[in-house]
């Protein structure tokens, strides 16, 4: 029974291996690996059911993103490699090496080549360099029981199938989907450790996080409750579906983050029509003497992420502002002053799809303007 891990290191996979000495991948970039758990094909028990032992670690290309052990692990190995860049069937160029060490008549460069254009993608994959190698090489480059990793924009993969029947086309899958989150935004976090915007909402990460359900970057002891890892397998099952694949494994994995229909669309969304920046709105009301005091702003937040509240009040006013919880009872934030006439705040939408902001005027009548930033 595989699995497979982010950045440095996974427990459900694998076996027994060496801690890794990668950082957290909160930091900008992580490798993925994707590794092998024995104990589950030896006992012969539900990869679902069964935890990830507590000794199974693996290693990424390299130990921290932007240092030179992995160009140094690459460039320093004796594997030697055919291809380069190709030019696949759709006019698409991509850069692919194949370890000599394959058979030329099973695994091509051209073949790997339009494996990897046929996968659900954008712009990326002009980007990236896939390294195609047997298993052997691969744990030589991305550590003991790995069977692939990926970091900024390299990806060493499978070109067998392995022992425990993981084919090379689901370690591809797996990797290419942290080579997709590492091109994807989802301010104020990173899609590599949380998964991009659309999926990462879909699935609740933010509000997982706060309940200390999941765990980005982990790749240690919560690796199966890690989001990026999460989004990486959710991307291969997606395009696996896709592909007319509907064996479903998901074996490495907590089955929390196993993805409903929502949340399998807002993965292809994240991949063909990216979220790029939030949307800002405008709102207005005129208080007079026979106005309501209080004015209910209602807001859709269908995404999580940043939110930024501003209200332009008349002169001498000192009206409440502030955001209310979808109950309209708790106030979540009350807005303050950072000018005569502006009240200001910010925070972050964290699993909440419909929010209010509650305008209580106080003191001089006029035009109230509300300027609302969501994600």
């Known amino acids: 029974m595989p699995v497979l891990t982010s950045c440095s290191c996974e427990r459900g996979y694998k076996d027994g291996v060496a801690t890794p000495r990668i950082r957290p991948l909160a930091v900008a970039v992580s490798g993925a690996a994707l590794l092998v758990a024995l104990i589950a094909s030896a006992t012969g028990t539900s990869s679902r059911a069964a935890g990830p032992a507590a000794s199974t670690y693996a290693r990424a290309v390299d130990s921290a993103p932007g240092t030179t052990l992995r160009a140094g692990r690459l460039a320093g190995s004796a594997i030697d490699w055919r291809g380069g860049p190709i030019t696949a069937s759709t006019g698409e160029t991509v850069n692919v090496l194949v370890s000599d060490a394959l058979p030329i008549e099973t695994s091509t460069p051209e ?162 029509q990216p979220w790029s920046a939030g949307k800002s709105t405008l709102f207005t009301r005129v208080f007079g003497k026979t106005t309501k005091k209080v004015w209910w702003i209602p807001l859709s937040t269908p995404l999580d992420g940043e939110l930024s509240i ?10 409440e502002v502030a955001l209310v919880g979808p109950d309209r009872r708790r106030v979540i934030r009350r807005a303050q002053w950072i000018s005569q006439r502006v009240k200001r705040m910010t925070g972050s939408v964290c699993g909440q799809r419909t929010l209010f902001v509650r305008v209580t005027q106080t003191g001089a009548l006029g035009r109230v303007r509300v300027s609302v930033a969501t994600p």
Request: proline share 6%.
């Open 111 to 272: 073949g790997w080549a339009e494996f990897l254009v046929g996968l659900t993608h954008g712009p990326e994959i002009s980007l990236l360099t896939t390294h195609v190698a047997t298993l052997d090489e691969v744990q030589e480059l991305c550590g003991s029981r790995a069977l692939g990793c990926y970091a900024r924009d390299q990806m060493v993969s499978l070109g067998e199938t392995a022992p425990g029947g993981t084919t090379a086309e689901e370690v591809a899958r797996h990797e290419y989907g942290h080579h997709i989150a590492l091109h994807r935004s989802n301010v104020p976090w990173a899609a590599i450790d949380w998964g991009p915007k659309q999926w990462a909402s879909a699935a609740d990460v933010c509000a997982r996080v706060t309940r200390k359900e999941a765990f980005p970057g982990d790749q240690g002891a919560n690796y199966a409750r890690n989001p990026g890892e999460a989004w990486a397998e959710v991307y291969r099952l997606m395009d696996e579906r896709k592909a007319g694949i509907l064996t479903a494994n998901w074996p490495i994995i907590t089955p929390g983050f196993y993805p409903a229909d929502t949340a399998l669309s807002a993965a292809e969304r994240d991949v063909l």
């Open 310 to 319: 501003s209200a332009t009040l008349p002169n001498r006013a000192n009206h």
